[in-house]
T-cell receptor, first 118, second 111 residues
């Protein structure tokens, strides 16, 4: 159990365009999803926490108008990188959590999305 | 908030030797401490975890120890093999809050 699916796995986009990344919990209802960003040879940095049906909570330094997060259902959260720039190129990865479930479920990661902005 | 420090940043060991990676955390309320292994270009994979009511946990060649008083926890890999080469991350969290990760340790096992 506790499968988290993330799409796309890789995307290349032009500067100024927007990219949407989807994160789905396949076999449980995720009340909370976390979005992380990982630059090459660095650790995972939390970008935001999204709770189903409410606005996401962004970490300091993360622009909420640039990284739009939607968590409209208990199984789907999306991250949209708007007006992408080359410096947004990174590995984006989600994980999901469910209140009342085995704590480990919160830390099954999606497969990640490698974004390259050219 | 929580701050996790991880050492060393790189570690090279001979095949068959043991490897130890250490982490410290700042928030005494943290109660869950997982370790992840990440291979190049892939998602982190949970390899072992420990909760604050346990001092040690072992799974075959991998073990984790936790010292709540000192606020540090360690990963021990015995009889290392080349396939153990990867980046290892420790993390800590308080229940129902996001994980805070250490900066990672690049382990190289030399055959």
């Amino acid at each position: 159990g506790a499968v988290v699916s993330q799409h796309p796995s890789r995307v290349i986009c032009k500067s100024g365009t927007s990219v949407k990344i989807e994160c789905r919990s396949l076999d449980f209802q995720a009340t909370t999803m976390f979005w992380y960003r990982q630059f090459p040879k660095q650790s995972l940095m939390l970008m935001a926490t999204s709770n189903e049906g409410s606005k996401a909570t962004y970490e300091q330094g993360v622009e909420k108008d640039k990284f739009l997060i939607n968590h409209a259902s208990l199984t789907l959260s999306t991250l949209t990188v708007t007006s992408a720039h080359p410096e947004d190129s990174s590995f984006y990865i989600c994980s999901a959590s469910a209140l009342g479930r085995e704590v480990n479920y919160g830390y099954t990661f999606g497969s990640g999305t490698r974004l390259t902005v050219v | 908030g929580e701050n996790v420090e991880q050492h060393p940043s790189t570690l090279s060991v001979q095949e068959g030797d043991s490897a130890v990676i250490k982490c410290t955390y700042s928030d005494s309320a943290s109660n869950y401490f997982p370790w992840y292994k990440q291979e190049l270009g892939k998602r982190p994979q949970l390899i072992i975890d420990i909760r604050s009511n346990v001092g040690e946990k072992k799974d075959q060649r991998i073990a984790v120890t936790l010292n709540k008083t000192a606020k540090h926890f360690s990963l021990h890999i015995t009889e290392t093999q080349p396939e153990d080469s990867a980046v290892y991350f420790c993390a800590a969290r308080i229940l129902n809050t996001p994980l805070v990760f250490g900066k990672g340790t690049r382990l190289s096992v030399i055959a």
